[in-house]
């Protein structure tokens, strides 16, 4: 009788899930660079430059250095060639859904092989995959995993060299993206899952994990703070609108996780009001949820509690409780809860194996079926990476509330000679955006599309009276300098100035205005009071202060 080799099974195993990640992102052979990529793709200073600089300096935005160092390995075997780019993230992509299974496998949890599977062809995965700037996702996640697979190695074998390796992995780990900080938690949410309690050996043995969590987590603060959000911030919001946006977050991520049938690239503000007793009803209702698993906890709530934590616990960061960058552009966003969206995907498939225990045909047929439309809304929605217009396009199609998505659209049908077109979407945009203010702000838009730049400055004054949004305001002015308007430009921005007197940026753009509207002796004040505060070390603004200084005839 023949015996049928694991070593094979699992190889074959593997290569299914691997085959089904390359068909389902097909697409992206035929993508290219979007978005942020061009700001350091192929050749973004970030890249330019030594290896050191990328480990050794706080010249990015962020400090993700083994990110940077595996880009700027790309760039020097890729060039300007996406393709490149692109299979690496496939391929990282095929990896993780390998781990997940395999970490799944070792919990001893149903339906593991099944949840690497639809983790692979989900379609929330799909910024993280087909844009090529979120190689961060596809880096970190295979790390974390293998830091939680060298972790249940050292529970079983009591070795401290794989306890090692687990924290060494997790280092790495947040090295190429810090979103995987919750970790630690985690590790303890698996404790009480496998022995049902959390002792004093499972805290003593995660301390260190907590001690590099923290020391990750403090870093990123501080580069999100001085480095990242140094242009302006989202709308000043209190403490209860930042614990009732995270709870529409949480449940708008938990809708995609498990009926991703309306995601975006960007999504619009929420359609409640913070002023509203009902924004606070998700975060009622989930409390209620969570509540609920917890009292189930012994029988039926337990693996939906570790899932469902689990979810929870990766997404705490970014829920908008705290600051990060990215938040400006909409309140949640798909590559956000690339490493969470493995526990529904993993409550999902243990729920069909479940299922397999009393009906198995009808169970492989709807695992089937469930992985079948999955590839094929992630095939389509990996074809959107094409270019920008096509993104920014599809962008607005899915989420016709979102101000950010319009005004990409109509910034590249402006680059493309396609003005009317640029007009008419923002026109449609300043009817069909979430929100009074964010309306206000699209007819802004329209002013400066038109060159009714007075009128632009009015209804940028207007959403502010209603929702102040400095990074509009700056961009704005930004934008009106550029547009040659500089006396529309000095109204927007000199209020942005007096209010954040500490600013660099703006006080560089307020100069750049003086400086087009001929004030350049007020441009030159201004100017080298932003050199002040940064220390003479921005290129940009000491180039513009030589500038201004030799036209004044000044000497530098």
Known sequence: MLTRNPRTASAWAAGAIALATVIAYLPVTGAG???DDHQFLPDGPILRGPLSDIWFSASAKDYWPLT?????????????APLGYH???VLLHAATAILLWRVLRALELPGAWLAGLLFAVHPATVESVAWISELKNTLSAPLFLLSVLAWLRAERTGGRRELAAALALFALALLAKTSVVMLPVVLLLLAWYR???IDRRDVARTAPFFGVALAAGLATIWFQHVRAMTDGWLPQRGLGERIGGAGWALASYLEAAFVPARLAFVYPQWPVEAASPAFYLPLVALAAGFALLWWGRATWGRPATLALGFHAVMLLPVLGLVDIAYLRFGPVSNHLQYVALMGPVALAAAGLA??????RRAAVVAGGAVAVVLAAVTATRAAAFQDDLTLWTAAVRAAPGSL?????????????GRAAEAIADLEEASRVVRGPASRHRARS????????FAAAVAECDAADALRPDRQFRRDLGRMLTLANAPLEAIATLEPLVRQHPGNVDYRYWLGAALARAGR???AADVLAEASSIAGGTDAEIEEALSLVRARLGRRP
């Open 33 to 35: 660079f979007v978005f």
């Open 68 to 80: 940077y160092t595996a880009l700027w390995i790309q760039a020097r075997l890729f060039g300007d």
């Open 87 to 89: 299979l690496t993230n």
């Open 195 to 197: 022995r049902g309690r």
């Open 354 to 359: 479940r299922l397999a225990a009393s009906h």
């Open 404 to 416: 950010m998505a319009h005004w990409q659209l109509s910034d590249e049908l402006a680059a493309r």
């Open 445 to 452: 838009l329209l002013g400066l599309r038109t060159g009714q």
């Open 520 to 522: 350049f002796a007020d």
